[in-house]
Structures are given as structure tokens and as C-alpha cells.
């Protein structure tokens, strides 16, 4: 038994049995190990940024950490930009990175850099392993940081020679001591309570934790007792939603909309969730969505137990009885002719089956698909939330490992589809039942719109340059072929019907380019 | 007048031309500047990878930077690790990054990271210009830093306020004051020159700097006089070579040939690089790789003028009229028949047009090829340098924009080619003179190798599946077409040789799937 045995076992013993992997010859004794240590699933990703994307979807579906594996500094750096979202999006990450033997740093071979201050920015916990023996207890102490309350990324950094020396005795396992989230102080909750019965215009702001189904109900109970509305922040990690679920507003992307959406609330309840800010600063817009004098409330903290506090406030509220308000479902005929975004979530919301899960990545083009898609099939949507584009693709391969049985489809971009397009081998490979479908503009859309609200000057030929995916155009339905996952271009509202149709009943991935 | 106006035009009237970029809201006003600043081509990149990368390309060919834009913290973690590769080349780079308004900043929008703390691990210089009114000063003092010798990364962060500002009057144009590389003092000369009249064996390491064809007729005078030997790093941002050059032997990669290579040498002369070290740390083999007791004398440390160094010390070698040993024309037949490296190679050295760039990822497949076109037509060899994969497709858009009118080649690695496969369509959009040869082995061949090389247990299937790239095999004729280029796919040495003739014959890029 040597420390990469020791890595695996402890993982595997704390729950954690998927492994998004990218190694290289510093991993290779915990490569080795995979074969002798049983109970994990290790998936290979071509690009770290796909490992680190698939961690967080798996994240999100799962509700408890994969593991990665990273090849030293650089390997780490690839996966950085994912890591952000799934910080954003409260996930749990036990983020592995290999490093050379410790004998070797000295020697400042090719690949050193400096690996702790890399993952620092975008980990919430860092630590280097110093050798075998310490292995285990690292371990288990980066799964607890991962699991502590709501959801951490803790990045590991494990030296070769850490892995491949051997342990003279095998070390008893370790267990991660998880912290309880604490509850949250009855103030908090009496104060929650007292401005929902105040019958001044209120809202529910809900963070992650609030938009599954059990808190939801909880939240549709306070909101139809009390009048308050129920918004998500822009960027949530997940909602569930559809036929029979408690509508949340999403906050809309664009400022102004935000603005007219929030303009009457005088009082807003955070619930795990950050005051509504805007995504970029606008020239003589606000930073801060929420009308100036809007009382601001935090009854939950995003590391406080944040379903419990929902439940102690419709109880303090004495609405244990009230019947929440529902969506209804609403299966849209099939529309044909020319696309358009409309047809689309039509579209969706007409054949999406029950319990898919939608990673929306759609930008400029799914603008309406959660309005569109409000009555569809109960699923669960996840949205972007550290707005590092490219994260879609990925994500949807963790999801779909979390979630087996049940739909994935990806609502992507083609700016953003461009990022980590390698993710699709992966889907590939482990055949997922991955439906993505990419919204073909041919340019940066987002980018013609935000030229002119941040005022600058219309654009001329460089910075339409800059702006613009043609010339040449992405061939999408190559570029699904090169990965060995069927694809297809639907063009009109019927070929994308019929495509979508086809492509939810067959088994593994597939790809449609819809060219708008 | 704005900060971005004064941006670009400080970068322009420092004589930066070029700027590689993948940008966002956050620097809308630089990409309008683009159109009212004369003189800054802007190239755009689908991942920030291939707009690092592209600048470490072009570094290396035009022997001075471009500038990047990337947007935010996560558009600079995605171009991190070609950055590491570009400060290990001793790459000029001027990193701009975008950054939301200082005012904003506060408010931890989605996007919000810790900028200077992600750049630091990859750059020498690090600043964050607060506002427009510093942006020409801060602007020229990062091309000052990128431009200190030999060769460094300057990143500068731009917030978006700093950009849109608007400035009361035009400010005096900034130059960058660049130091001089000092003089190596006497001494280190004369003890390297006493060195290598001692008789004893003796060999120059010569570091990028000494590489290039100026400097390698004089590191080969004194070869000529002294009877030293001429090795490289295993990694060396640039070799100028083929036939008529001076030759160098590159150390190789596997620890036992390497310290075969030096085991007899007794004295050896850094000149700009340093002391040979293992790629990796094998259990039981050394890090170092020189013999244990050689005498490392350091003529030049990189930051010094390391050309200067080694004219001064020919000239205390009354070395001036040695003739140096060239390497001779040698164009072989073109092979028939089944794939082999040594036929791949053959064909190189035949058809190789005379100063071509040569982009070298090809890792295993390619151990061979230096000394296959050690007789090919006179060209250059951009070899990586810090290790981190994926640099080549990235790499050849930059120095193909270095360098117009001269032909670029890529050996690239089917596992390799994988990192950052978009940087085939800026191939396609400049319309660059680039030949992609990807040789698909269809596994991490490497890592098969690494495997047995650090002492682990042969793999069983779960190790296997980590560093096999089938299941399914990846389609690189479709991934051309994906992005506009016109591929094909070799599986004779008769077919490559005709493809690799077309390909260097026809304008634009081109890609040929080595099927091995």
C-alpha cells in the first residue's frame, strides 16, 4: 500500500466515487491504483476545464463532491475558470492536483509554477500533502472542507512521491467530519417574519439551497400566506421547476429589466442568497438591482442551514397550512416555419420528458426559454453562475453521471460552445444521454448588445471583428462527427422538432445545430 | 479621448502592433478604441488559450511582444497555462485584462475574482492601473517589464471605468524606457574561456537566446577551436537550423539518454540556461542530469546579454577565424509503403521549404525528428518549453503572424491537439500559412511509457482508459473541416508525402490526420 492507494481509499470510504480525471506522469501511481483500489469511477476529460465543469454538474445533480484529478500547475490552471463557476454555484469539489516528487521542486524543472498560489484564488480551501502517511488525513480533511456547508472547493495538491512511497502499515481509515450547518438565530426568523406580515411589497430572494423541490414548497407555502413574490438571483445553480412546482422569478440579465422588475420591493428577504447586483457596471447604471431604500433582510446565510430557516419562518408565519401556488402545465402545439426563439421554447417545453435536466448556456437566444418552459414536464434547470461561458458542455457530463435515467439537454451558445468543445468526446465515451443543442448565430450576440450599454461607440470593422463567428462559420455538425456523437442542422421550426424528438428517444449523446 | 484610446495608443507608439484577443462587456471600450486608434491588428481567439499561446508564437518569431486582451479573472485563468509556456521561452508578453469598474468591485458580481493574485503565478509584472489618467504611464511601464531581458510577462489590469474615462486633455505619448541587458563581466569570460582551453570535455548548454543563427556561428567557432560540444535544453523556445546552420545537440527527453548524452562530460558552460534537469522525478534515477562532479561554470545568466557573452568569449578564445562544423544538405528519397517516425521524418526532410517555422508538439511520435531534418533546408524549431500541452495549434497562429512569407509546421500530437483544437479557426480566419500534421496514435502514448518509467504497476483497464484516446477515435478530418480548413488523412507514407507536397504548395492552412 502506498499513498496513491491511501488517496483512493479515503475517498472512496468518505462517499466519493467519481473521479474526473486529466493526469499526466506525476498522477501515474494513482492512476495505477484505479486497478487496485476498488469503488471508483474515473472518467477521462481531454481538457481540465472539462474535468472541473463536470465536477460541478456532478455537484449540482448529486448534492455531494466528485474528486478530480489535475496535472501539476498548468494542468490546474486549465481547470481554474470552472472552478469559479462551481464556487459560484456553492458546489462541492475535492479538487486533486499532482505535483512533482518534493525532492524535485528545487530543481525548477519545466513544469514547476507555483501550484497553492494557483488553486488559492479559486479554492476555498488549499493544502499540500507532505507524504504517504499524511495522505489520508489530507484527504479526509479536503472532503470535510468540500462538504462543509453550502458546498466548497477544496483543492489537494498531492506530490508524486507522496503517492508512490509506500506505507509501512495500511493506515486505519479516516473519516471526514462534516460540520452541521448551523441553524439559523430565531431573531433572524422573528424579524423574517414580522416584515412578510407588514403587507409592504416583500420578496424572497432564493440562493441554491432554496430552489429545490422541498424548499420550494416550503417558500410557495410563505409566499401564498404573506403576498411576497419569489425571485432567483441571474445566476442559480439550480432550479426545479415545471408543471406542479413553485414558480421562482428569475432576475433578468439586463439591468434596466431588472431594475422595472424589483422597482416596487420595499422589502427584500435573502434566503442564502446576496443582495441583486448587476453583472457588469454599466456607465450610469446601477450596481445594486433593488430600488435605493429597499430594506434588505438576510435571513439565512448561504453556510447557515437555509431550508431549515425557510421551514422556521413558515412556521412563525403559521402558514404550515397554506397551498402554495403552482405552474400549471402547458404543452405548447409544435410550431413550424422559420425559427425564432419563441419556436424554440416551444419547442422545448412541448417535448421536453419528465425529470430531464437542462443546463442553459443559451445567452442572448434562451432569453424567454424559462418563461417558455414554466409549464413543461417537472425537470430541474441549471444556470450559469460565475458567468465563465464555456462551462455548459462539461457541466452536462457531471450531471448526466449524477443523474443516470434521466434527460440531459444543454441549451448552448456558439461563442460559448467553442470554449471547451472536447467535453462532447466525453459525452461520447461514456455514452450519456446528453440532447445539446447549439443556438448558431455565428457571433458574439451578447457582446453587440453590451457595445452600446456601456456606451461605447458603434462599433466599426475592427470591433465587429472582434464581435463576429463567420468567416469562417463553425461547423457544428463536424465538429459533433469528430467526437463520435450523431449530429444533424435543423433550420426550420419542424426540423427542429423533429430532430429534438429524435434525438430525447435515442439512447446517448447527440447534437443538433440550429441555424439562426 | 479615454483610457482606451490611450491604451492602444501607447501600445502602438511602443511599437506593439498586434494584440491577441478573446474580450467581454468588461473591455467593450478597448475593442471600439480598435476602430479609432490606427494601427493595432486585433486577432481573434475562441478560447483564451490560443490568444496566450498565439503571443508566446509570435514572441518567439518576432523577437518582441504583442499584447493580449482577455476578460476578467476566469478569461485570464484559461490563458494561464500557455502563459507558463511563454515565460519559460523567455517570451515577451503584454497581458491586459479586463476588470469590472473599480466602483463595482465591491459588490462580488458573478465575474468578480481575485485578479492580481491569478495573474502573479504566471507573470513577472503585475499591475492594476487605477485610472485613465494612468493608463499611458502603467501601459508603457508593462512593455518595459514584457521587454526586459530576455523576455518577460507583463500583465496589466484595466478597469472597465479606466477604459471608458474620458480624459481632459490628450496626454503626452509614454515611452517605454527598456533596459539594456548588462554586460556579463570579464571574470565569468575568462573562466569559461580557461575552461574550455583546459582540455578537459567540455560542452556549452546554449539557453534560447543562443540558439538563434547569429549567436550559433559563434557558439560554433568556438565548438570549432576548443572541440566542446553544442547542446540545448530539451525544451528551447527557438532553434535556427537545418542545413548550412551551426548544430546543436538537444538533450533528450528520457532521463537514461540524457545522462548517457553527458555522462562524460567534465565541465560544463551555461550561456543563458540553466543547469540540465529531469523532466520528471523517477524513482531511482537523478534529478540533475549531469554527472555527479561536473564543473558548471555560468557565462551568462538569461537576464544578461547572452549574445554579447559569447562574442566576447570567442574573442578571448582568438577563436574569430575558426571555421564552424555546419550541417549538410540532405534531402532523402521520399518513402513508400507503411507509417513509420523515421519515414514521417524523411518526408519532413525532404520537403521542408526553405524557412519554414517548424511548431513541434509531436512528443513520442517525433523523438526522432530533429535528427531526421538535421539537413533539411535552413529553418526554424519552436520547441515547448514549459511543458504544458497544447501550445502548438496556438503557438503557429502567432508566429505565423511573426512571420509572413514563411511556412509553418506543425507536429502536433493527437492527446496534445486536444487542449485547444479552436485555434484551428484562427488558422482559418487569418488565412495562415499553416501545415497541422497531427499524429494519431490514439492514446496518451506518453503516459504508457511514464507508466513503467516511475515504477508502477503495469495498468490494468481502468489505468488503461485513462490514457487511451479511442472509444471512440477521434475524427481530425472532421474537426478540420469544423473550423474551415481543408484536412485529409494520411495512412502511407505515399499518401503523406503527397498531402504534406499539396499542403505546403497550396496557400492557407491545412491538416493531415497521420493515422498511425
Redesign the interface.
Known sequence: MNGAHSLLATLTGNGIGVCF?N????E??I??A???VTG?R?V?G??E?VVTGAADGYARMAGRPAATLLHL???L??G??NL??AM?AQSAVVNVIGD??T??RR?????T??IE??A???SHWVRTTPDAASVAADTAAAVAAARTAPGRVASLIVP??AA?SALTAAPAPVQAVVPAPPRVPEPAVETAARILRSGHPAALLLGPQATREAPLEVAGQIAAATGSRLYSP??NARITRGAGRVPVQRIPYPVDQAVALLADVRDLVLVGA??P?????Y?GKP??LDPPGTRVHELARPDQDVPGALTALRDALGAGGAVPRRAGISRPALPGGALTPAKIGAVLSALMPPDAVVVDESITTGRSFLADTAGAAPHDWIL?????I?YALPCAAGAAIASPGRRVIVLESD?SG?????AL?TH??EQLDILTLVFANRGYQ??RH??S???????????E???D?G??????V??A????VPGSRAATADELARQVAAGLSAPGPRLIEVAL
Chains 1, 2 share one sequence.
Open positions: 480525471a493526469p499526466g506522469t506525476s501515474m501511481h492512476v495505477a484505479l486497478d487496485q471508483m474515473c477521462l481531454l481538457f476545464g500547475g498548468p494542468g490552471a486549465n481554474l475558470s469559479h463557476n459560484r512533482h516528487a525532492y524535485h530543481y525548477d524543472a519545466p513544469l509554477s507555483d498560489g494557483t488559492r484564488p479559486f508524486a512521491d508512490w441571474t445566476q446576496k443582495p447586483v448587476a453583472f457588469f457596471a456607465p450596481s445594486r450559469p453562475t460565475g458567468g465563465s464555456g461563442g467553442m470554449y471547451m468543445p472536447q468526446w461520447a465515451r451578447i457582446l453590451e457595445l450599454n456601456v456606451g461605447a461607440t458603434a462599433g466599426g470593422p475592427r470591433a471583428a472582434l464581435m463567428l468567416r469562417p462559420d463553425i461547423d457544428w463536424s465538429l462527427r469528430t467526437f463520435g
